[in-house]
């Protein structure tokens, strides 16, 4: 089941990215007393009170002042910037969250009161039958929490004073973000057709091969990379069962995403990776693989999702008897963190192998459905720990009791052990790669889970 997504909106360096990290808990976006510096991570999994959900740091926009009159609060001038291209952004920014999420946290700054800025989002987001929720950061004394009765004016509902900085008040917002969560996403609930995510950077023929594989034009194809905006699903028939492809915008490394638009679709292209079963990561053959392609493979793998590699443009690359197998061996060597997933070189142009990447995707599915006996399992666990003993003192040696595989999609095992803090990554690392020698699980991250006997 998905988890609810919670977004946070609103003007730049109103304190967004201090309030997502104060939430995860964690130090993930980028913070700079500066406009528009949130350019790194843009979500992350959060728990309040145990309800689990998605929240995701829109990020700011910058606006130009040139072009209209400054207002107290506004930000600072920022040359060769359109105040078109502003208003646009706002809107964009506030259609997203009513988009993509399910809870609208509008986070506004005490210390300047209400800004054009403010109204602005705030005018797109009253459109919404979306929970929306206001924020109020930086009210970090008495003075400025008593300040933010102010805020009622902008018509969203009681405002929560708070200090993403010291952590004032971040409890109370937290409380009315799950009261107002969904029970449920109900969504993918009863659909158990294999979903197909096409990721990848922007101009390696995404769309192209999308197209291949419908036959017809379903989405625009273009040279211009970052043409494809929207997350587009289409679902199709091959090998008598129903397949979703879904086309992503393609996702550019972490500092290069551009705000605005470039963002928007990130975050879509990362919802896609969320939905999918399988996601096929497409490569450009004609280029080295690149920090980025490692990026998006970091993304799918973070998310568990099983994934083809699929090398688009073959035709264009000279060929000899040993040209398929050293571009194999160097994303082998590049990606070597995913050394299970299978590569497939294609041709959207020719259509050369385009037509394997649904076999390999259905293949992939069954590996992601793989279920191992709880017989076999401990058979395996015993020979695994009797050919590589865990290392350590006699008295605080790691000892394994049983294990069993709690479920699939990915597949998830859990080992009974004697103290699960004497697992060092190393040994957790053998014993998956001995799992994958006997059963393979091809294209499949595995979850290993280690506990102490006892707990359930």
């Known amino acids: 089941m998905a988890k609810p997504v919670v977004a946070l909106v609103g003007r730049p360096n109103v304190g967004k990215s201090t309030l997502f990290n104060r939430i995860l808990g964690q130090r993930l976006a980028i913070v700079e007393d500066l406009p528009g510096t949130t350019r790194d991570r843009l979500y992350g999994d959060a728990e309040w009170t145990g309800r689990e959900f998605l929240l995701i740091d829109t990020g700011g926009f910058e606006q130009d002042m040139e072009s209209r009159t400054p207002t107290p609060g506004d930000l600072g001038h920022v040359a060769g910037v ?9 809107k964009s920014q ?3 969250a009513m988009d993509e999420a399910d809870v609208i946290v509008l986070v506004v700054d005490a ?4 800004t054009s800025g403010d109204e602005l989002v705030a005018d797109v987001l009253h459109r919404t039958e979306k929970p929306v929720i206001l924020a109020v950061n930086k009210a970090d004394n008495k003075l400025l929490r008593d300040n933010v009765v102010e805020f009622y004016a902008i018509g969203l509902g009681d405002p929560y004073p708070v200090s993403a900085l010291h952590g004032y008040g971040t409890g109370d917002l937290l409380d009315a973000v799950v009261a107002a969560l969904p029970l449920f996403e109900a969504e993918e609930e009863d ?4 979903k197909i995510a096409i990721l990848g950077r922007p101009n390696v023929g995404k769309s192209s091969l999308v197209n291949k594989l419908l036959g017809y034009e379903r989405v625009i194809v273009s040279s211009v990379p970052g043409t494809t905006r929207d997350a587009i699903d289409t679902v199709i028939s091959f090998d ?3 397949i979703v492809l879904i086309d992503t915008a393609g996702i550019r490394r972490r500092g290069k995403i551009a705000p605005g638009v470039e963002k928007h679709s990130f975050l879509r ?3 896609a990776i969320r939905r999918a079963d399988v996601c096929v990561l497409v490569m450009d053959a004609t280029e080295p693989v690149t920090a980025q392609d490692a990026h998006v493979a970091g993304y799918i793998l973070e998310n568990y999702k099983s994934v083809i590699v699929v090398v688009n443009k073959w ?3 000279e060929k000899d008897t040993y040209t398929l197998n050293a571009y194999t061996e160097h994303i082998r060597r590049e990606l070597r963190f995913m050394d299970f997933v299978p590569v497939v070189f294609t041709s959207a142009l020719t259509g050369k192998r385009v037509q ?9 599915q069954h590996h992601r459905l793989q279920r191992i006996s709880t017989g076999a399992l401990n058979r395996f666990l015993r020979d695994a720990v009797g050919k590589n003993p865990p290392k350590g003192a006699k008295r605080h040696r790691l000892k394994f009791y049983y294990a069993t595989q709690v479920g699939v999609a990915p597949p998830t095992f859990v080992f009974f052990v004697n103290d699960a803090k004497l697992v060092h990554f190393t040994y957790k690392r053998y014993l998956e790669n001995q799992l994958r020698e006997l059963y393979e699980f091809l294209g499949t991250p595995l979850r290993l889970i280690f506990r102490n006997r006892g707990e359930e």
Not at 111 to 114: A, L, Q, S, V
């Open 191 to 194: 659909d158990d057709r294999l």
């Open 111 to 114: 210390t300047t009161g209400i």
């Open 356 to 364: 394997n990447i649904l076999s390999m995707a259905l293949q992939v």
């Open 82 to 90: 359109d105040s078109g291209l502003f208003l646009s952004e706002v």
């Open 240 to 242: 008598g069962e129903e």
């Open 315 to 317: 035709d264009l690359i």
């Open 94 to 96: 506030a259609h997203l």
């Open 269 to 271: 292209a990362l919802k």
